[in-house]
């Protein structure tokens, strides 16, 4: 997620839907990690990874979300 994207607007992304999209361009769940669920792909060869919040519910959802 781009730092520019106010933080209301981050809070009101759903999560369900962002499950969604990377499942739908081939990333996989790859396990858990404090609160978060890591996915991977490969990407230009190498390994990618991302940690998505495991709850829109978190105080810090929008902060996870803009750490993209």
Known sequence: MRAGVP???LASIDLAGVVTYLRA???RETGTYVRT???????????AEVLV???AELR???ARLRSW
Request: net charge negative; hydrophobic share 30%.
């Open 7 to 9: 933080a209301g607007e």
């Open 25 to 27: 361009t081939g990333w």
């Open 37 to 47: 669920v890591i996915w991977t792909r490969t990407v230009d060869g190498s390994d």
């Open 53 to 55: 919040p495991d709850s």
């Open 60 to 62: 810090d959802y929008a």
